[in-house]
């Protein structure tokens, strides 16, 4: 089904306060692996507007939710009336829908802009950083990077900027190292660099982008926010576990006095790096220090919590698509159009047969039809028309009736939105928009043939002022006419009078040469 944005955030809400209760009771006890699994499925089920339905949903075990259900609202269509012919020569095919922006929209995007400027800065210091820094050239590094093969390009570079080791970048990693770093230290080195490439391996930048973006989504949900925290603490411990593994059971002392002496003195905030930190480094070094061989029981036990969690939090009610309640936003069945796409039948009247040709395609082709033929296939509808007190006295009825279904719900499409108060309100408006046309002329339908699903309007005083316009029009053909009329008379006579001065010229060269002969 789909969802809306606080959908999405309820239920991602839910998933993180039971992470984070699982979280308290088994970080030491489960593979670290598992609550990273645990965040990306947080992560999905917040980013994306879908989710499957499953009857073991906790949704579904908590109930449906009773609402009070009304039938589709028909969907009020307003056509307008052809004044040459019958009100059916014009075929609504599609409605444009409103749009609106809310308080909370504009409040939401706000937020979302203030908290992407807040990382996107960060980002940009950090990044400042890696320019200014310069490449390591020992050794050690040169071994170190021979034994550590990945398809992308790796490289180690160094910065006075910086007082821990971070990574940078996810085509082109850099593992970036403070400028005092003491290389001559092999062993705390082989622990510190192990950890920045497993973070490289498992892209753990592009983990943390998604965090962000989440983040910067939800910004409005408190929970987000611990689930943010949590993650990427969660994050550095399980890289943690995987260099103990990596080492043995017996480096851990040996890389919890690593991590201490390269504890991070309170520096600058930088998102998309993964550090080598005092990231809460008291539990991390008690996570460490309790880290343990995987068995196939803790990953069994990790294997059922994430499918069980995901099983009953990360999905949907069975059959939520009809007890999900949304606010109404489906504005076809709410809300009128003013403005309708159209098929207009063209018309016009041969003078050299006197007969009526109709396009029924907007001009494309043409046929002759007597007003019977053309009555028969397009009878002229019986129309009632709403009279001002008629509508007026309906109106005080539709109001009180609208008012009583707020927080009802009616379904379109399949799915069920909800009445609000705002809904009820715009409805109202447009009712009394409606009222005020007819006390000032307008013409609407209160029935089409004995059916009142549909509903077609016209205003005399634009048909008036049309008419005036094409009289106006007439008007000036004619009295262009009449003008290139006298043109013409005035144009003749001057011919004729080139004419004959012409001819007065031929008699007189003609009296000229017999006088000259």
Known sequence: MNMSLLQMSVAGAVMIMVITVIRALAINRLPKKTFLILWGITIIRLLIPFSCPSKFSIYSLLGKKTV?????????????????????????????????????????????????VFFISAYIRCYREFQTSLPVENAFA?????????????????????????????????????????????????????????????????????????????????????????????????????????????????YAKALISMEETKGGFMPLCNH???????????????????????????????????????????????????????????????????????????????????????????????????????????????????????????????????????????????WTQDKVNETIAMYEGILEDIKNGAKYSKSIDGQDDEMVSYNPADIAQTKESLKSIERTMTDCQDEVSESVAQTNESLKSIERTMTDCQDEVSEFQATAN
């Open 68 to 116: 009070s259900d009304i039938n589709e609202t028909p969907a009020v269509r307003f056509m307008p009336i052809n004044t040459q012919g019958p009100v059916s020569t014009q075929a609504p095919q599609s409605q444009i829908p409103s749009l609106t922006i809310s308080a909370w929209d504009i409040i939401w995007v706000a937020g979302l802009v203030l908290c992407a």
């Open 142 to 254: 040169r071994r170190w990077l021979e034994t550590h093969n990945l398809k992308r390009k790796l490289s180690i570079r160094q910065s006075d900027l910086i007082s821990a080791p971070l990574t940078f970048g996810v085509w082109h990693p850099v593992i970036l190292m403070p400028k005092k770093t003491d290389w001559e230290n092999e062993d705390t080195l082989c622990y510190v660099l192990e950890h920045e490439f497993i973070h490289i391996r498992r892209f753990d930048t592009v983990t943390k982008f998604l965090l962000i973006t989440t983040f910067c989504i939800h910004w409005f949900n408190p929970l987000v926010w611990i689930m943010y925290f949590l993650a990427n603490r969660d994050i550095e411990l399980s890289c943690d576990e995987a260099v103990i593994h990596h080492f043995g059971g017996t480096s851990r002392a040996s």
């Open 276 to 418: 080598f930190s005092r990231n809460a480094i008291e539990e991390r070094i008690t996570a460490i220090m309790k880290t343990k061989k995987t068995t196939i029981i803790s990953f069994a036990v990790a294997m059922v919590l994430v499918t069980g969690t995901v099983t009953v939090f990360a999905t949907s009610a069975k059959g939520d698509e009809s007890s999900t309640v949304t606010e109404a936003t489906d504005t076809t069945n709410t809300t009128f159009s003013d403005t309708v796409d159209t098929e207009t039948i063209m018309s016009y009247i041969n003078p050299d047969d006197g007969k009526t040709y109709y396009s029924f395609d907007n001009g494309k082709t043409f046929e002759a039809m007597t007003d019977a033929e053309f009555e028969e296939k397009f009878p002229t509808p019986d129309i009632e028309w709403w009279t001002y007190d008629e509508y007026k006295a309906w109106l005080e009825n539709e109001k009180v009736e609208l008012k009583s279904i707020i927080g009802s719900s009616y379904i379109s499409g399949g799915k069920k939105y909800v």
